[in-house]
């Protein structure tokens, strides 16, 4: 299984709501990464996750908290965004380094 | 921090080779990737190369001169299905890459 999958494809969400974007593999990958990227673009490094354990944050608002509950799953909780937020959600992971990362289709939010 | 140069669009025809070049400027580095993105899809790994030197793999080849800050992506026998943007990335710790803005690939018949 070479796939990394993620939750929800689509998600439409308020400025006050909170909403959670999950992320999925079953690689054994051991580093786990969340991108955002706005329409031509390029991936924008958002967290890492090395072995469960949050070893990036570029800087990050704290509107958006990432979680790894386990090996396999990644996930990233949204509060009280902006609509600048609107962006394509990509969840990525690795096994021996950053320089070969398996990318998920992606969770293309909208905040209104 | 790092800074990454490539073309911001190349434009070929079917069966052509075409180059598409990446400077970086970084204070420290492992490693350079290549990714291709078609449109309203993810990003792919292409290629790496950590030492200096080509790496082939079917029809995309990868170049690294470490000394020259300098890699290519060069893709051959170019088919439609090819049209779609290629960033190239730099690790310049062990935790991460930095992409460059990213080069649109357009094969026309």
């Known amino acids: 299984d070479t796939e990394v999958t993620q939750t929800p494809k689509h998600l439409v969400m308020g400025m006050t709501n909170k909403k959670s974007l999950k992320c999925e593999q079953h690689m054994g990958h051991r580093a786990m990464y969340w991108y955002k990227q706005k329409a031509k673009k390029p991936p924008e490094l958002m967290f890492v996750y090395s072995y469960e354990k949050l070893s990036i944050n570029e800087s990050v608002p704290s509107r958006f908290s990432p979680e790894c509950p386990n090996s396999s799953l990644l996930n990233l909780h949204l509060h009280a965004l902006q609509p600048e937020d609107s962006a394509l959600y990509l969840c990525?992971?690795?096994?021996?380094?950053?320089?070969?990362?398996?990318f998920g289709p992606g969770t293309r939010l909208t905040v209104t | 921090g790092q800074s990454l140069e490539q073309p911001s669009e190349v434009t070929a025809v079917e069966g052509a080779i075409v180059q598409i070049n990446c400077t970086y400027q970084t204070s420290g580095f492992y490693g350079l990737s290549w990714y291709q993105q078609h449109d309203g899809g993810a990003p792919t790994f292409l290629s790496y190369?950590?030492?200096?030197g080509l790496e082939e793999t079917g029809r995309f080849s990868s170049f690294l001169s470490r000394s020259d800050s300098y890699g290519y992506l060069l893709l051959q026998e170019l088919q439609m299905k090819d049209s779609a943007s290629y960033f190239c990335?730099?690790?310049?710790?062990?935790?991460?890459?930095?992409f460059g803005d990213g080069t649109t690939l357009t094969v026309k018949p």
């Open positions: 190369n950590a030492l200096d």
């Open positions: 990525a992971s690795s096994q021996e380094g950053p320089w070969e990362q398996y």
């Open positions: 990335a730099v690790q310049a710790n062990a935790g991460k890459s930095t």
